[in-house]
């Protein structure tokens, strides 16, 4: 039981390569940070020193390096993901909730609710991508992998 209680992450960090941006975003960054500490399941696999786990994000040549130490800030593995598999879903996930805003101001219920449908079912897309794309590397939960997705999506938010 408590090898699985520290599966998990206790801090993220985002590296200089990310780059700060407009206040809104660095907010919607420290946002999605915290709810992705809140509450998940993290755990390198093969990694029997157990954690729980520090995570550094960096963005270098379109990929999404991982560095995950422990809490005394042990090193444990870096794994590198590309980005190219969510360029369209993210671009379409910016584009919906693009939609989605406007239609809060302006549209009937139903169809706030039709695209809030489309919203969510693109996320899901994502943190299953995200999920597929770190299996052998990473175990996350779903749950665990849409708190990440929230992340991907807002790192590559300009405002």
């Excluded at 993220?12 to 500490?37: K, M, N, Q, W, Y």
């Excluded at 919906?96 to 919203?119: F, L, N, P, V, W």
Aim: aromatic letters at 8%; a negative charge; proline letters at 3%.
């Amino acid at each position: 039981m408590a090898e699985r209680q520290n599966a998990r992450l206790i801090d993220v960090v985002l590296d200089e390569s990310i780059g700060r941006s407009t206040p809104d975003v660095e907010h919607e960054r420290e946002v999605a940070i915290f709810d992705l500490i809140e509450e998940n399941s993290f755990q390198p696999v093969g990694d029997e020193g157990g954690g729980p786990y520090k995570l550094r994000l960096g963005v270098r040549d379109n990929k999404l390096i991982f560095e995950i130490s422990r809490e005394n800030g042990d090193a444990v593995v870096t794994n590198i993901l590309s980005l190219t598999p969510f360029r369209r879903i993210v671009k379409e996930y910016f584009m919906i909730c693009e939609s989605y805003y406007e239609a809060i101001r302006t549209a009937s219920s139903a169809q706030i609710e039709a695209i809030d449908m489309g919203r969510r079912g693109l996320h899901n897309e994502g943190s299953q991508t995200l999920q597929d794309r770190l299996a052998g590397k990473i175990e996350i939960d779903f749950d665990t992998a849409r708190r990440l997705f929230t992340l991907v999506c807002v790192l590559h938010w300009r405002g």
